[in-house]
């Protein structure tokens, strides 16, 4: 269903009426450094910066419980949470 190196590849699944869907996973916490939103940051680019690793991104969203990462960077001024890669 997912390619092997997704983040997705090794969770359950679940079959319903629409077909299958991903089961629920429960996130551990994670530790982080607090970061303050700049206008025109990106997940992305912020993993990048911090840890060297772009495609690391869904750790940030992960570590900050979101469900549309796109709300994390949407205003200036918010804090979010970086984990230590």
Same mark, same amino acid.
């Given at each position: 269903m997912f390619l092997p190196n997704s983040r997705y590849a090794k969770v359950a699944t679940v079959q319903t009426s629409d077909g299958p869907a991903l089961k629920l996973r429960y996130l551990t916490p994670? &530790?982080?450094e607090p970061v303050m939103v700049q206008a025109g940051d990106r997940l992305d680019l912020l993993a990048q910066a911090l840890n060297g690793? &772009?495609?690391?991104?869904?750790?940030?969203a992960d570590a900050n419980s979101a469900l549309d990462s796109r709300t994390l960077t949407a205003e200036p001024g918010d804090s979010l949470v970086v984990p230590r890669s």
């Open positions: 994670l &530790a982080g690793d &772009a495609t690391q991104f869904w750790h940030v």
